[in-house]
């Protein structure tokens, strides 16, 4: 751990003492309560609310730079411009169709925008989202089933005496969550929620516990200290 | 190794049979849990989980919302994921509402977009969720004229991928008024809420796609119906022959180790 001695700019400074100032705020409310002087709960509410407004502004200078990008790759016809004009279709088609056919959708009451175009568009919506962004997304995911599977296949080799009760334990929780095995003998069940009860869970509470002081420790230092290092 | 895999994932599926599972406790805990509430209940189910890990999560949230409505109980559907609205909608339109009726019985307020927000709920939940998905106000649901509060509610389930959820809700529902939280997670998620199981936090754990099947399974022996309603009980035979492929070839990777490291002693 490196001691920073250089000193802090006008703006690093500016910036500490409003990190500070907020995260000891956000620690106050919690502790303290004084609803006839002021209600700090409120104030934390409404703080918060900025905070969402300033994340999807986040959000939206993400598109704007996406479009950005992928427009000058169209403009200058770079090697792949054609899937930058896939991207940017996708993009705002999904947008214009959820915006009317979603649950968020802008005008789900038909106040301003007309009804027959939200009809036109829901089945559409639905199509992309049910039929095509939850399909894709479920596949990609389902990849991880077969790095798994080789993934265990090399890492599960009982080479000293941590890795064979690794090994075994790891074999147990397996054959107890396979239904099959499950139905041939009981007792893979009864294994199963023993380790799951005892040895991990006594594991996974100190994982808890040191997690919590890390980021206890890690949260203290960043109120103190800016530009950490 | 990986055309086997998908042998073993792919028969299964097409041969559409379906295995009625042993029940684990933290399944059965969550489903006596629900079988206990009294009448007229509120219920807040909440949808956390993204597209992604749709076939581990959606089948649980088909199962237990279809419990919910076999019971006399109110429930609302909320979601501190963006993909959460929709995904309830899909849940919405798949199980068997009876005569229940939309905006007395149930209602889906959408998404909870911050933590004050949620917050807020606690105490009026018409002033900080003003609209539901459907643009209707949400002061005029009889079901919140009824409960305008999150503190009258009786239980919590949340379907969360990453735990933020689930840990959002124990701090700022549970901490402070009691309400019983249970959770439906993913397979690699599920050892961590066993402190949490185990401490009493939560009321019960479902623990991936097998649960919805054990789940199929307590409402079929109870209410005689539902067996498939999530794929999930069909989904149990490519499970198992999955897993055991795995592990026949974790035991043939060491068998394969051990005679080399002896082969390579039999050299020295």
Not at chain 2, 70 to 84: E, Q, S, T
Request: hydrophobic share 50%; with cysteine.
């Amino acid at each position: 751990m490196s001691s920073d001695k250089k000193k802090m700019t006008r703006e690093e400074l500016g910036l500490q003492i409003i990190i500070f100032s907020l995260g000891f705020f956000y620690a106050i409310v919690y502790y303290v309560a004084a609803p006839g002087i002021v209600d700090l709960q409120a104030v934390s509410d409404q703080l918060l609310a900025y905070i969402t407004a300033v994340l999807t502004a986040a959000f939206a200078i993400g598109v704007i730079n996406i479009t950005r990008v992928h427009v000058i790759n169209i403009k200058r016809k770079r090697a792949t411009w054609k899937y930058s004009v896939l991207l940017l279709v996708c993009l705002y088609a999904m947008a214009v169709f959820s915006m009317i056919a979603s649950p968020y959708a802008l005008d789900p009451q038909a106040t301003v925008i007309p009804a027959s175009v939200i009809a036109f568009s829901t089945p559409i919506w639905e199509f992309l989202y049910y039929k095509i962004l939850v399909n894709i997304n479920s596949s990609i995911f389902s990849l991880l089933a077969f790095f798994i599977a080789s993934a265990a296949y090399r890492a599960f080799k009982a080479r000293s005496f941590e890795s064979t009760i690794l090994l075994v334990a790891g074999l147990l929780v397996v054959l107890g969550q396979t239904p099959v095995a499950d139905l041939v003998w009981p007792g893979f069940a009864a294994i199963r929620d023993w380790i799951l009860a005892f040895p991990n869970t006594a594991g996974q509470r100190g994982i808890l516990i040191g997690a919590a002081l890390g980021i206890l420790a890690f949260s203290a230092r960043r109120l103190f200290r800016y530009p950490w290092g | 190794m990986y055309l086997l895999l998908l042998l073993v994932i792919t028969v299964p599926v097409l041969t559409h049979s379906v295995i009625l599972v042993p029940i684990s406790p933290t399944t059965q805990a969550v489903y006596n849990f629900i079988d206990k509430l009294p009448p007229n209940s509120l219920v807040v189910e909440s949808f956390d989980y993204a597209t992604s890990v749709v076939p581990e999560l959606h089948p649980q949230a088909i199962v237990v919302t279809q419990q919910l409505f076999l019971r006399p109980l109110k429930i609302l559907f909320v979601a501190l994921d963006p993909n959460g609205p929709p995904l309830a909608d899909a849940v919405l339109d798949t199980v068997n509402k009876g005569n229940r009726t939309y905006g007395v019985d149930y209602a889906n307020l959408g998404w909870i977009p911050n933590t004050a927000t949620e917050i807020g709920m606690i105490s009026n939940i018409a002033q900080f969720l003003p609209l539901d998905t459907h643009g209707t106000s949400t002061a005029s649901l009889p079901i919140i004229k009824e409960f305008p509060a999150v503190k009258q509610a009786a239980f919590v389930i949340t379907f969360d991928d990453d735990s933020s959820a689930l840990y959002s809700y124990l701090q700022y529902w549970q901490g402070t008024f009691n309400i019983s939280v249970a959770v439906g997670s993913t397979a690699i998620q599920a050892p961590g809420y066993m402190p949490l199981y185990n401490s009493g936090q939560l009321v019960g754990v479902l623990i991936s796609i097998r649960a919805a099947a054990e789940y199929e399974a307590l409402l079929y022996h109870q209410y005689n119906c539902c067996l498939g309603i999530s794929g999930a009980s069909s989904a149990m035979l490519a499970l198992s022959t999955a897993q055991f492929l795995i592990i026949a070839m974790v035991v043939f990777a060491n068998v394969g180790y051990f005679i080399g490291r002896r082969s390579a002693k039999k050299v020295e």
